[in-house]
C-alpha cells in the first residue's frame, strides 16, 4: 500500500518506463507512418499523370490525400477523446492498410477515381499520426512537453531515408504495371505501425477530458491561438503547395525518377532530422521566433526554386522547404500547447490540426493547377503572397503583445 503513495520512487519510476515505453513507441511508430505520405507525395502526382483523364487532374490523388487529412481529424479526434488515443492510432494504422492495398488494386485496374480513394485513406493515417507529437507531451513535465513533441517528429528522419528509397527498390518489382509493389510495401509498413502502437500506455480519458472543457470558440477567439493556427496553416500548406508540385515539375522537366525520389528523400529528412534540437531551441528563444524562423526559410526556398531548373536547384530548394517547415510547424504546434487546459487538449488540437489541413487543402488543389496552366516558377511565386501576409500577421500579434 504505501507503493502507491505520491511521490514514492517505486511509482516515479513506473511511470518514467511508462513515458520512455510511450515515447521511443511513437518514435518507431512515426518513421514506420512515415512511408505513408512519403510514397503519396513521390508517386502520387506521377500515378495521376498516368491514369488521369486530363493533365490537369494529375495532382488531384494528393489533394484527396489531404481532404482524408482535413475531414477526418475531428472524429479521429472525438475517438481519441471517448476511448483514448491509443483507440484513434490504432483506427489510423488501419487506414493506412487500406491505403496501401486499395492502390495497389487501383493500379492493376488503371482506375484514377480509386486510386484517389487510396489516398484519401493515406490521409486519414496521415492526420492520425501527426497527433503522436501531442500524445507525446501528454505524459511528460511542462518544462519537457517541446523536447517530447519534436523527439516524436524525428522518428520522421528514418521515413525520409526508408521511404523513397523503398520506392525506389519496389516500384519496378511487379513488371506488369510501375509501383504496384510499393503500395503493398506501404500498406505492410502500416500494418507494423499497428504493432507497435498496441504496446503504448496512455492514461484513459477523465471525466473532465470527456465533458470537453470550455466551448471551442471560448479558445478559438485566443489572439495566440489565432495566430499559432495562421502560422501552422501557411507552413504546412505551402510546404504542401510546393512539395505536391515538385516532383511533377521535375518530371516534366526531364528529370530521372532515381533524381525526383532521391530530392523527396532529402526533403523529408529535412523536415525531421532537426526535430532533434527544435525542441530546445523552442525552450530557448520561444515557438513564435521558431516558427518566424521558419516562415523566412520556407521564403528563401522558393527564391532558390526560382534560380533555376536544374537537379540541385530543385534539391536545395525541398531541404529548405523541410526545414522551415520543421520550424514553423513545430513552433505553431508548442504555440498551441500553450492556448488550453489539460481536459481541452483532444478538442483543441484537433480544431488546430482541422484548421491547417483545411487550408493545407486549398493550397494543394491549387498547386496542381497553376503548375499545368502557368508552370513551376508561378507556382514558386505565388507562395510569397501567404507567406508576406503570416510573417505580417506575426509580427502586429507579438507587437500587440508587447
Request: aromatic fraction near 10%; proline fraction near 4%.
Amino acid at each position: 500500500m504505501n507503493e502507491q503513495r505520491e511521490g514514492n520512487p517505486v511509482m516515479e519510476s513506473d511511470s518514467l518506463k511508462t513515458q520512455h515505453n510511450n515515447l521511443w513507441r511513437l518514435v518507431i511508430a512515426q518513421a514506420l507512418a512515415g512511408a505513408n505520405a512519403v510514397v503519396v507525395y513521390a508517386t502520387g502526382a506521377i500515378v495521376g499523370s498516368m491514369l488521369a483523364p486530363s493533365p490537369l487532374l494529375a495532382t488531384l490523388p494528393i489533394s484527396i490525400f489531404v481532404v482524408g487529412m482535413a475531414v477526418c481529424i475531428l472524429p479521429v479526434g472525438r475517438i481519441a477523446r471517448l476511448y483514448g488515443r491509443r483507440a484513434s492510432f490504432l483506427v489510423g494504422a488501419a487506414a493506412g492498410v487500406i491505403a496501401g492495398l486499395v492502390a495497389m488494386v487501383a493500379l492493376l485496374l488503371g482506375w484514377f477515381w480509386l486510386f484517389c480513394t487510396a489516398t484519401f485513406f493515406g490521409g486519414v493515417y496521415a492526420a492520425v499520426v501527426l497527433s503522436f507529437r501531442f500524445a507525446a507531451a501528454d505524459a511528460v513535465p511542462a518544462e519537457r512537453k517541446a523536447k517530447a513533441l519534436s523527439l516524436v517528429m524525428a522518428g520522421g528522419v528514418a521515413a525520409g531515408v526508408v521511404g523513397p528509397q523503398l520506392v525506389t527498390w519496389t516500384m519496378h518489382l511487379w513488371p506488369a504495371q510501375v509501383y504496384v509493389a510499393t503500395f503493398l510495401a506501404q500498406a505492410i509498413a502500416a500494418a507494423l505501425s499497428a504493432l507497435v502502437l498496441l504496446g503504448v500506455r496512455l492514461p484513459k480519458p477523465t471525466a473532465a477530458e470527456i465533458a470537453g472543457g470550455r466551448p471551442l470558440w471560448q479558445v478559438a477567439r485566443q489572439p495566440r491561438f489565432i495566430a499559432a493556427v495562421i502560422c501552422g496553416a501557411v507552413t504546412y500548406m505551402l510546404m504542401n503547395f510546393l512539395m505536391t508540385a515538385a516532383p511533377l515539375a521535375m518530371h516534366m522537366h526531364g528529370h530521372s525518377h532515381t533524381h525526383t525520389n532521391l530530392g523527396v528523400q532529402w526533403h523529408v529528412i529535412a523536415m525531421y532530422a532537426p526535430s532533434f534540437f527544435t525542441g530546445s531551441l523552442i525552450t530557448r528563444y520561444g515557438a513564435a521566433r521558431m516558427t518566424a524562423l521558419g516562415l523566412v526559410l520556407t521564403a528563401i526556398s522558393a527564391a532558390v526554386g526560382l534560380g533555376g531548373l536544374d537537379v540541385a536547384h530543385f534539391w536545395w530548394m525541398l531541404i529548405l522547404l523541410g526545414i522551415g517547415w520543421n520550424f514553423g510547424f513545430l513552433g505553431a504546434s508548442a504555440w498551441v500547447l500553450e492556448c488550453h487546459r489539460p481536459e481541452e487538449k483532444n478538442r483543441v488540437q484537433s480544431l488546430n490540426d482541422f484548421l491547417i489541413f483545411g487550408v493545407m487543402a486549398l493550397g494543394s488543389f491549387l498547386s496542381g493547377g497553376i503548375l499545368g496552366a502557368y508552370g513551376w516558377s508561378t507556382v514558386l511565386w505565388i507562395s510569397f503572397i501567404p507567406l508576406s501576409i503570416t510573417l505580417l500577421a506575426l509580427a502586429l500579434a507579438k507587437k500587440q503583445k508587447e
